[in-house]
């Protein structure tokens, strides 16, 4: 069975600061990768995702993640984050690129102290 | 991205009617949608995958013959609540994919039912 974990529910930093967000996953087969973030009230938008090549890929508004296969990781990271990245941040594993149903982990909230 | 529309964004009904909320693909045809709901600060629960022409499978714990869903065509799919209960408001999330895209979310559907 696929699972995903997100050790850390709540994550505050202070704008300007660097972020990381976890995401360990468990899949039997080839994972893909997604991270998407959720506004309040409002549905998910993606920021980026993983299916194969560079381990390390970017997305949008700045963000990138490191898929890592041997520690199941696939961390989002940004150099400075900015106070409108507050928001609740899923990562999701599916077993295809498209079609196929995903696995979301518990989130993580981000909050952005001035 | 492509964009995927679900309407309405919130719905107030009185207990013991029905509602239906659309989901629709905008500019790609969606093989595949996906329904899910999500509970205030928790992670997205599958309740059913519909692929078009076909009848929707059911997560595990989901009852069919509350959450009608129907998806008749590439662009559309609909959930629809049956005599709804307190305990059936929540945010509703659909998304749709296509041959070859990854998943695109609708803006959520916020439903209370007094």
């Known amino acids: 069975a696929q699972s995903v974990t997100q050790p850390d529910i709540h994550i505050t930093v202070s704008e300007g600061a660097s972020l990381e967000l976890r995401c360990n996953y468990s899949?039997?087969?080839?994972?893909?990768l997604f991270w998407y973030v959720q506004s309040p009230g409002q549905g998910l938008q993606l920021l980026l995702k993983?299916?194969?090549?560079?381990?390390l890929v970017q997305g949008i508004k700045g963000f990138e993640a490191e898929f890592k296969r041997s520690q199941s990781s696939f961390n989002l990271r940004k150099p400075s984050v900015h106070w409108s990245d507050a928001a609740e941040y899923f990562c999701?594993?599916?077993?295809?690129?498209?079609?196929?149903?995903?696995?979301f982990g518990e989130g993580t909230q981000l909050t952005v102290n001035p | 991205g492509a964009v995927v529309s679900q309407h309405p964004s919130w719905v107030i009904c009185k207990s013991g009617t029905s509602v239906k909320i659309e989901c629709r693909s905008l500019?790609?045809?969606?093989?595949?949608m996906f329904w899910y709901r999500q509970f205030p600060k928790q992670s997205l629960m599958l309740m059913a995958t519909?692929?078009?022409?076909?009848?929707?499978?059911?997560e595990q714990g989901v009852e069919k013959d509350k959450f009608l869903i129907n998806h008749a065509s590439l662009t559309l799919s609909t959930l629809t609540v049956t005599s709804a209960h307190p305990e059936d408001s929540s945010f509703y999330i659909c998304?749709?994919?296509?041959?070859?895209?990854?998943?695109?979310f609708g803006q959520g559907t916020r439903l209370t039912v007094v």
């Open positions: 999701a594993v599916g077993g295809k690129p498209s079609g196929s149903r995903l696995t």
């Open positions: 500019d790609f045809q969606a093989t595949t």
């Open positions: 899949y039997g087969a080839t994972p893909y």
């Open positions: 998304s749709a994919t296509g041959a070859n895209t990854e998943a695109f």
């Open positions: 519909s692929n078009e022409g076909s009848k929707a499978t059911y």
């Open positions: 993983y299916f194969s090549g560079d381990t």
